[in-house]
């Protein structure tokens, strides 16, 4: 009898489920019970393979006693999740010496002896664990052959093959049920997310012979393309095959649908063709899912022996959510859970294709994704001539600076040797959906040879390389890459999870471009706009140089001037294209070294076009260089100190609200300072900012309004939240500096030590990647407590690279935030991150 529960034929109504059986035991039983033509099939659950493996045999004569004496048999594995994987089946089960005469006259000596030869192939490398250069298949299976298989097996292990079906049929399932347990094989399924404890089922089906005489095959099909999900009928079928046979002899296989380069199985059996394609119709409407069907022909009848979901790509998956929606099989909420953000990533931004081969000439942590080729630059100057031939390039530096800013905005992606996740170069990498690797501190640069050498090689600077900034590696030469592509099951799947999401998702752009990207991504707005970046571009470093070298307030003031122009143009560029959206414009926040040249050749350029000796240069260079500069004089002090910066910003983001308003479009800009550690600090700046407004209300006529915001990225700002939110309106949570505050640790520095970190298990993971929710979360949730508690009506978000991230967005949404904002490549992710946040919490679709 095995209709127990732990060794149960598979019926429509046997007690059977993917916790106990694996996810193919229970898709047979749909299989079954959608009337499809499976073989007789006897699923052993977790419980009876871990049982085989300790040595406690189930029931064989009962397992053998659900099909016929003369039935060959397979068995093949059935995981929780079939990603997990499993051992290799087994084939043909039963073949011995009495079985081959018994089947010669069925299906003729040379099908017959290669079925049996099959067998012991699989046999002897499977379950014998034998060389498997031993047991090649012959190209003539006779009995020639075959005996020659045979006393190889016999020489190798001292005893002859097993002749009892019983006893093959045990040794398979014990040598299956041990292969699970194996190092390589926990190894494997971890690291594709199956917790160590993960069961493996086993299915032992009767053998569909799929070779013999008349008709007979094995194949596959499904209605689906893996590569788009668009429907296209895909497969293989080959004619006196079994297993997956079809896949491997691509050359002699049918087409399966009328193709003009050869025969196919739609005219050879047109009324099985038919059939598969009602089945796969049945299985994609009642299994809720796009399934790749294993058939057989035996002898003129089909006979289904499996499916499983359909392999597909990112871009697939979202196609294929989004068609099953539409046509109604699923709800949207489901369509919705079933696309993984990330897997969004892939569409976005191009990739290496999966199947090239990859030159690892080194590594480090991947900061923003895609993929992308070029020659190896190292300054930001050489790819600014690169870029001026109209060569791709790809720039490889020690560490990027604001200086670099031009040069990376022309490569095609950027490496550093070292910095974090929130280093200059992943910031801005990921801002304008540049692939970037970061820390890579195996790669080390000759500057004065121009090579860069890795633990892969070493390359010459002008040679082409290939960054993977997904998967954090740099690769030798120029591998295939997958083009970015949106589509139109993008867009609708986003539309819905617009719908479906209750907290806000805005962009951090900080140029023109930015703010188209941030469009184009349907961002509700910019949660923050680092204005410093605007100052980096052409003529504007020049002015802003001469504005940092001047001695007085007079003649810093006079530099403003020059300034003023064109930071009111960025302003107006940027209100136009948000469209009447809420603009965040972050005040000047870095330390005014960084916009000075670093080199010898830099200073001296600076001291010609300043007209001063450049020792006098120097030494200014030097009287304004800081020890800990992240912890100087920036943000919210720099203003104060030289409050004219303040007055030049506000100035121009009124004037450009008033331009705007002349034109009939009403803009209300949310202005937002840096770095505050006291409720003074936002007092003062605040009386400031009023003043300009009230002068530029009365110099324009226009009755302008603004909002005033503290960004909260000191852990002082966050525990004194209750008294700066007296004098601001919205509050937004730095991650990035409130991390780095929190744990002491230099977000410039950390790449250096944190993998080792990680690894041992000192921390979880890189914390200015993963929002560290006990120690930064703590500060963010005192902050967010004190701010209400002062006023209620205070608007908070989060705007730290951890704003896209799906953990970041559900603490967001716990402590009831109104927004989240991330660099604008992250906005669809995080707007389809948000949505399945509100689904699992509304209770997720069955
Ligand atoms: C932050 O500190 O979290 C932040 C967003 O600002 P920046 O990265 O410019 O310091
Ligand atoms: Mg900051």
Redesign the pocket.
């Known amino acids: 009898m095995v209709d127990g529960p732990d060794v149960t034929l598979i019926t429509p109504t046997a007690s059977m489920s993917v916790d106990r059986h694996g996810g193919r035991a229970k898709c047979l039983q749909r299989l079954v019970r959608l009337d499809m033509p499976v073989p007789p099939t006897v699923a052993l659950s977790f419980a009876a393979v871990r049982g085989i493996a300790e040595g406690r045999m189930p029931d064989m004569t009962a397992i053998l006693a659900a099909f016929a004496a003369d039935d060959l048999l397979s068995v093949r594995p059935s995981s929780q999740d079939p990603d997990w994987g499993g051992p290799g089946a087994v084939l043909n089960i039963g073949m011995c010496d009495a079985a081959l005469e018994r089947l010669i006259p069925r299906l003729g000596e040379e099908a017959a002896c290669s079925l049996y030869l099959r067998f012991i192939q699989s046999y002897a490398v499977e379950v014998a664990r034998l060389d498997p250069e031993e047991f090649h298949l012959p190209e003539r299976p006779d009995r020639a052959a075959l005996a020659q298989a045979l006393a190889a097996y016999e020489a190798e292990m001292d005893a002859p093959f097993p002749q009892d079906p019983g006893q093959q049929l045990a040794e398979v399932l014990r040598s299956m049920a041990r292969a699970w347990d194996g190092t390589s094989a926990r190894l494997l399924r971890q690291a594709r997310g199956a917790p160590a404890e993960a069961g493996l089922g086993l299915v032992v089906q009767r053998m569909a012979l799929g070779v013999g005489q008349g008709s007979c095959g094995s194949g596959v099909i499904q209605r689906v393309s893996s590569e788009s999900g668009e429907p296209q009928i895909i497969g293989r079928y080959l004619s006196q095959s079994q297993g997956r046979d079809a896949l491997r002899n691509g050359a002699r296989a049918l087409y399966l649908t009328r193709d003009p380069r050869g025969p196919s199985l739609e005219e050879t059996e047109p009324e099985i063709f038919a059939a598969l394609l009602d089945f796969g119709d049945l299985g994609r409407v009642r299994l809720r899912e796009e399934m790749e069907i294993s058939f057989t022909i035996e002898e003129g009848r089909l006979a289904i022996l499996d499916a499983i979901r359909v392999q597909r790509s990112a871009r697939a998956a979202v196609r294929i959510a989004v068609a099953l929606a539409e046509d109604g099989v699923i709800p949207r909420d489901e369509a919705l859970m079933r696309v993984q953000p990330q897997a969004l990533a892939e569409l976005l931004h191009s990739q290496v294709d999966p199947n090239a081969p990859r030159e690892v000439l080194g590594e480090g942590m991947g900061a923003s994704p895609g993929a992308a080729a070029g020659r190896i630059v190292l300054s930001a100057a050489e790819a600014q001539a690169a870029a001026a031939r109209g060569e791709d390039c790809v720039l490889i530096r020690r560490e990027t600076s604001p200086e670099d800013i031009r040069g990376m905005h022309v490569a095609r992606a950027v490496v550093t040797l070292r910095g974090g996740l929130t280093s200059h170069a992943a910031v801005i990498g990921r801002g304008i959906g540049l692939p970037c690797v970061v820390g890579a501190s195996d790669l080390v640069i000759d500057k004065r040879k121009g090579k860069v050498t890795g633990p892969g090689g070493t390359m010459r600077a002008g040679d082409i390389v290939t960054v993977d900034g997904a998967a954090g590696q740099i690769l030798m030469g120029a591998p295939p890459l997958r083009a970015a592509e949106l589509g139109e099951a993008y867009k609708t799947l986003l539309k819905w999870a617009d719908a479906r999401r209750d907290i806000g998702v805005r962009a951090n752009a900080d140029t023109p471009q930015d703010a188209q990207t941030a469009r184009l991504f349907h961002a509700e707005g910019i949660g923050l706009c680092r204005t410093e970046h605007m100052f980096f571009e052409g003529e504007r470093l020049g002015v802003m140089r001469e504005m940092i070298f001047a001695g007085t307030e007079a003649a810093r003031r006079a530099g403003l001037e020059r300034l003023l122009p064109m930071q009111k143009a960025d302003f107006i560029e940027l209100f136009r294209i948000m469209a009447g959206m809420p603009v965040c414009i972050r005040l000047f926040?870095p330390p005014l070294h960084e916009f000075l040249p670093r080199d010898k050749a830099g200073l001296r350029d600076l001291a010609e076009g300043l007209g001063l000796p450049l020792a006098e240069v120097e030494a200014q260079v030097e009287a304004i260089s800081e020890y800990n500069p992240m912890l100087g004089l920036r943000g919210v002090r720099l203003g104060l100190t030289y409050p004219e910066v303040i007055d030049m910003q506000a100035r121009a983001i009124f004037e450009a609200v008033a331009e705007l308003g002349r034109e009939g479009a009403e803009v209300t800009p949310e202005i937002m300072l840096?770095?505050v550690s006291a409720m003074r600090e936002v007092e003062l700046v605040k009386a400031r900012i009023e003043a300009i407004a009230a002068a530029v209300r009365a110099e324009t006529g226009n009755a302008l309004t603004y909002r005033l915001g503290v960004?909260v990225?000191t852990p002082r700002a966050a525990l004194r939240a209750g008294d700066i939110a007296c004098h601001a309106q919205f509050l937004s949570f730095?991650t990035?500096?409130l991390t780095q505050m929190t744990y002491g640790l230099s977000r410039d520095d950390a790449g250096r030590f944190m993998s080792a970190y990680v690894r041992q298990g000192i921390y979880e993971e890189d914390p200015f990647h993963t929002l560290d929710q006990e120690g930064v979360g703590e500060l963010i949730s005192i902050g967010a407590a004190r701010s209400r508690e002062r006023d209620a009506r205070v608007t908070l978000s989060i705007c730290g690279e951890h704003g896209g991230s799906r953990e970041a967005i559900r603490f967001c949404r716990q402590q009831g935030f109104d927004y989240v904002s991330c660099s604008p490549f992250r906005v669809p992710l995080a707007r389809l991150s948000a949505a399945q946040l509100a689904i699992e919490a509304t209770g997720a679709p069955a």
Do not use: R, V
Request: aromatic share 0%.
């Open positions: 926040d840096p770095l960004m990225e730095g990035n500096d």
